[in-house]
């Protein structure tokens, strides 16, 4: 799913950036290239490049890096109980706009605080 909706973002004109939760690839995929020398592309990841392969606590530890980065959060889907629904938490507590589809699978974010968008 990430790699389709990044494939979809980058034929528009914003600019995306990209946050593994693994270090960065050694050699960058070719269709990365174009993007990263049109200097709409940045790859940023807080994990050395000895850190290959994702795993719930890279994933998780990534998510925090992100969530310190920007003060707007979009989340598609968080279990409730989960990891996701927990750093949700934390960043409402931290005044971040979090933001989710509106749908009944959301409830459990909508009502702590999340802020859904009508799909």
Known sequence: MERECLRILLMGPQPVIVCPARG???RIPPELRRHIKLKRLLIVSKFP?????????TAFAR???IGHLTDRILVSFAQEGGKME?????WIEQRKTVLTFESRYNENLISMGVMPIPI
């Open 86 to 90: 927990r750093l949700c938490r934390e």
């Open 24 to 26: 960065i690839w050694k």
């Open 49 to 57: 490049e000895n850190i290959r392969r994702i795993t719930a606590q």
């Open 63 to 65: 998510n925090q890096f």
